[in-house]
């Protein structure tokens, strides 16, 4: 009997037989180029509020500044990803707020009661106001920036870079390396009941980015 | 399918695991004119769709005019699609290679059949997995996907005793409905806030956390109704379902473009993760994604960016399933890539501009079309996929004006009014195996809506504003009508006399019944 694979192939081969195996369809797009903006960080602040998320660009200590952000939005407990600035850890424990580390792994009843996450990014795009996760250190597991409702995202300047084909160009590396990526524009939201859009179905509520 | 209560009966329940979907199968749905009847008789549906697609269609126009470049993304997408298309053997056996080498492994299934006994095998194997000492429930979490609504994967896991639970908001509204989704993206469209409201409040409970008894129709309350009542299905997933947006055969990554984050807890929660792709979503290299991360998110929500976005490779150490499994699927798609024009339909990447776009659709909504895929993309895929030998399928290339709106729109510019043509062509050549003439359901249809003024204006409104012919009420040459009344001048070439309103010379030339005098 043959197999699934093979019957499947053999099917593509006899449908695409007037295709000559030569064939190469040209295409007609640069890849990776860096679209003209005007100020980039003024662009991707304003296109991030755009998505009803906060943004806000830090001027003083880094530290306070995130456990501001964390009070406002009522946070008592925070999930902190192995490799985040010690100077914000500290900040954020002096507060009085609970951290919870996550290394073991919480679990997932843990970090369903666990308030928020502060991380970092890998890059962040200003045209659609996106912050790209690699999960690499100061960012953790996928499940961290997902299950907690309020996520903190410090994005430093120079890893704002102008659209969707930088953004992609730098995550090729990682995508190659077999690293989970996660795109985010805003809090999670739908359009599913009368297209009318609401911010906040399962992914984290609240989106706070800091830009730093 | 011709009735939809917003309280069904819930006789049929008794032995179920899940909310029974209407019964009898999409395939033997009653042709598009009969069905599209029934349907234009739904006020709500009506009045929703009308809101929603003229919502969506000005911002769509916002946002792909907002991007200088968006021709240059629609000539990038469609050629990316066409290499891949042209050299599929190629590409598949390298994402084979490339997901294998990721440590996920690979399944290929010829039909939905092979699909289904595929799946259901992996998630038997999946909860049989000792875990500590608690037993699995038998249940998975499934990221919206369109092949696996195309395989009816949900009944097949029923019938094996597994609980498959949708957890996209449009998707839960129609299953907890016992409803069939009637459009790809928001598949809920036809419902109302009100009648959403009630269906939470009457089945949620039957199926887990109930809704809140002080629950209102606000769109955000509903919302934080299905947050609540999915929260405790994500938080002890064991196994998720997921399709894929893309699969990168340089890379063995596979992508899903989501908004409200139900995608990423299944793709992040489960222990084991299935995903069930169609042959024509692979794609060569991640940097092509940057192409269909600008031209999806604007043709589909008309966002600049949809909120979330998931790529993997694989399973990772420390973060997400450990157990992944891809299932390539045909059911199909080899035939369609078989006709060099009917092809073109394989690169479509779903995004339902097309449907949004659709004087058609707009009236009639997505039920009338007999499948999974309604509106034009519809209209040509389903007969390619699943032939013309059905009555619906051999009427839904008739459920169109071929007014042209819809390849404007295409992200992929796949020539949906020449595919349409194309497969009434394929319906007309059925017709000398025996099949009943085209021509003869697009007369039915035309006499009875003609013969309804009402329903006339209704028509000629409807595609006032698309730029297509009518004008002042008059018809100076049957170029393409809308439909309904294209299924008659589409299939047939007429001139019209001058100075004559079509009404008054349909009612010279024709007798009462729609026969021709
Ligand atoms: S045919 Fe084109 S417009 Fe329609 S859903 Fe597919 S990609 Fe989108």
Redesign the interface.
């Known amino acids: 009997m043959t197999?699934?694979?093979d019957?499947?192939?053999a099917?593509?081969?006899?449908?695409?037989a007037?295709?000559p195996a030569d064939?190469?369809?040209?295409?007609?797009?640069a890849?990776?180029q860096p679209r003209r903006t005007d100020d980039l960080l003024d662009l991707f602040e304003e296109?991030v509020r755009?998505?009803g998320a906060t943004v806000q660009r830090v001027t003083g200590h880094l530290g306070a500044t995130v456990v501001e952000a964390l009070l406002a939005h009522g946070v008592t407990s925070v999930v902190l990803p192995a490799g985040l600035d010690p100077a914000v850890v500290d900040a954020i424990a002096q507060a009085g707020i609970v951290i919870r580390g996550d290394t073991p792994?919480l679990s997932?009843?843990t970090l369903?009661e666990t308030d928020a996450v502060v991380t970092t990014c890998a890059v962040a795009?200003a045209?659609?106001?996106?912050i790209v996760l690699d999960?690499g250190p100061g960012q953790g597991?996928?499940?961290l920036s997902?299950?907690p409702d309020v996520h903190v995202c410090l994005v430093a300047a120079d890893q704002v870079v102008s659209?969707?084909?930088e953004?992609?160009?730098r995550?090729?590396p990682a995508?190659?390396a077999?690293?989970?990526?996660?795109?985010?524009?805003?809090?999670?939201?739908?359009?599913?009941?009368?297209?009318?859009r609401?911010e906040?179905?399962?992914?984290?509520r609240t989106l706070h980015v800091l830009l730093v | 399918m011709s009735k939809r209560p917003v309280r069904p009966s819930n006789a049929h329940d008794a032995d179920r695991l899940t909310p029974a979907p209407p019964p009898g199968r999409f395939l033997d749905s009653p042709t598009f004119p009969k069905q599209s009847k029934v349907e234009l008789g739904n006020a709500v549906q009506r009045r929703?769709l009308y809101?929603?697609m003229r919502?969506?269609r000005t911002k769509r126009v916002g946002v792909t005019s907002e991007a200088d470049d968006w021709e240059?993304?629609r000539?990038?997408g469609e050629?990316?699609k066409?290499?891949t298309l042209?050299?599929?053997?190629r590409y598949?056996?390298q994402l084979?290679e490339s997901l294998t080498a990721?440590g996920s492994t690979v399944h290929?299934?010829?039909d939905a059949e092979?699909a289904n006994a595929i799946i259901v095998g992996l998630v038997n194997a999946a909860l049989a997995t000792p875990q500590g000492d608690q037993a699995s429930a038998r249940e998975v979490v499934k990221v919206k996907s369109m092949a696996t609504q195309e395989i009816d994967m949900n009944e097949a896991l029923e019938e094996a005793g597994i609980a498959a639970w949708e957890?996209?908001?449009?998707e839960l509204?129609v299953q907890l409905g016992h409803d069939r989704p009637s459009h790809i993206l928001?598949p809920?469209?036809h419902?109302?806030?009100s009648e959403?409201r009630q269906i939470f409040l009457d089945e949620m409970g039957r199926y887990g956390r109930p809704a809140p008894d002080d629950l209102d129709s606000e769109?955000?309350n509903?919302?934080?109704a299905?947050?609540l009542h999915?929260?405790e299905k994500?938080?002890r997933a064991k196994v998720a379902i997921s399709g894929a947006n893309f699969a990168?055969a340089?890379?063995g990554?596979l992508v899903v473009v989501e908004?409200?984050?139900?995608g990423?807890?299944c793709?992040?929660?489960a222990d084991t993760l299935i995903s069930v792709v169609g042959?024509e979503k692979v794609i060569p290299s991640?940097?092509d994604?940057?192409?269909f991360?600008?031209l999806l998110p604007r043709s589909s929500?008309a966002?600049?960016?949809?909120?979330?976005?998931?790529?993997?490779?694989?399973p990772?150490d420390?973060?997400?399933p450990q157990a992944t499994h891809v299932v390539?699927i045909?059911n199909g798609r080899?035939?369609v890539?078989?006709d060099?024009v009917g092809?073109d339909a394989l690169r479509c990447i779903r995004c339902s501009a097309c449907i949004n776009i659709c004087p058609v659709y707009e009236k009639v909504g997505g039920h009338a079309y007999g499948s999974v895929y309604p509106g034009p993309i519809g209209a040509v895929l389903t007969p390619q996929l699943r032939g013309v030998a059905s009555a619906v399928d051999a009427s839904v290339p008739y459920a169109s004006t071929l007014c042209g709106a819809c390849v404007d729109v295409c992200p992929v510019r796949i020539p949906l009014p020449d595919l349409l043509v194309h497969m009434r062509h394929k319906v007309v050549e059925a017709k000398a195996h025996g099949r009943p003439h085209a021509d003869d359901v697009a007369m039915r249809v035309t006499g009875k809506v003609l013969g309804s003024p009402g329903v006339w204006a209704a028509t000629t409104k409807a595609i006032s504003g698309t730029g297509a012919v009518l004008k002042k009420g008059r018809v100076d040459h049957f170029g393409p009508l809308p439909w309904p009344l294209s299924l008659w001048t589409n299939a047939r070439d007429v001139p019209a006399p001058p100075n004559e309103s079509f009404r008054a010379w349909y009612a010279r030339t024709h007798h009462k019944d729609g026969s021709p005098r």
């Not at chain 1, 045209?127 to 996106?130: A, I, W």
């Not at chain 2, 957890?167 to 449009?170: C, G, N, R, S």
């Not at chain 2, 966002?303 to 694989?314: A, D, I, K, L, V």
């Open positions: 197999s699934a694979r019957e499947i192939l099917r593509i081969r006899a449908s695409l007037d295709v064939d190469e369809t040209d295409v007609p797009w890849y990776g296109r755009d998505y792994a997932r009843a369903d795009g045209v659609t106001g996106t999960h597991r996928r499940a997902l299950v659209d969707v084909p953004m992609v160009a995550m090729v995508t190659r077999g690293r989970p990526i996660t795109w985010i524009s805003g809090g999670s939201a739908t359009s599913d009941i009368e297209l009318s609401v906040g179905v399962h992914g984290p | 929703n809101d929603a919502t969506i240059d993304l000539l990038a050629a990316i066409n290499r042209r050299h599929l053997d598949l056996l084979e990721a290929w299934a010829r092979e957890t996209d908001l449009a509204i928001v809920a469209i419902r109302n806030r959403v769109p955000v509903l919302a934080a299905a947050r999915l929260r994500f938080l990168v340089e890379t990554t908004s409200e984050g139900n990423r807890m793709l992040t929660l042959i991640v940097a994604l940057e192409v991360l600008q929500t966002e600049r960016m949809n909120p979330y976005t998931s790529f993997w490779t694989g990772t420390g973060d997400g390539l045909d080899t035939k890539l078989a060099p092809r």
